[in-house]
């Protein structure tokens, strides 16, 4: 837990949120301002601030099977996920996540 880091409040239900998915060590759930009709962030419980600093095998595999469960769950076969990393890739919130995005059409290589 690090003061005044949103998604630890999220995660460990200082913020009352609604859950896609949970498991002991990662949580799934809507993100407050979409950019597709489904927009869900993968966010481990631990403070990890970004994508450099996770440094364990067994979690990276539970954020991957966090994103298979959770499209699972709303049914979507096709979405994009996406992990920005440090500022200038456009990271705001400095706990490691996993934006996953549904139901619009994308186009590569993004702007
Ligand atoms: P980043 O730019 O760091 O990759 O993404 C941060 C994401 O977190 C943004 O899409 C933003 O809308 C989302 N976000 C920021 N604050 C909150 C919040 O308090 N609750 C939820 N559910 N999402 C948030
Ligand atoms: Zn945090």
Request: with cysteine.
């Amino acid at each position: 837990m690090s003061d005044n880091c949103i998604f630890c409040k999220i995660a460990n239900g200082e913020i009352p949120t609604d859950f896609v998915y949970e498991t002991q060590n990662v949580v799934v759930f809507k993100d407050i301002n979409p950019q597709a009709p489904i927009h869900l962030l993968v966010v481990p419980k631990k403070h990890i601030e970004t994508l450099n600093d996770l440094n364990d095998e067994k979690l990276s595999a539970e954020l991957i099977n966090a994103i298979q469960q959770a499209a699972k769950k709303l049914d979507i076969k096709e979405y994009r996920t996406v992990i920005n990393t440090g500022k200038s890739a456009g990271q705001e919130v400095f706990h490691l996540h996993i934006h996953i995005m549904a139901g619009r059409s994308f186009t590569w290589p993004a702007g």
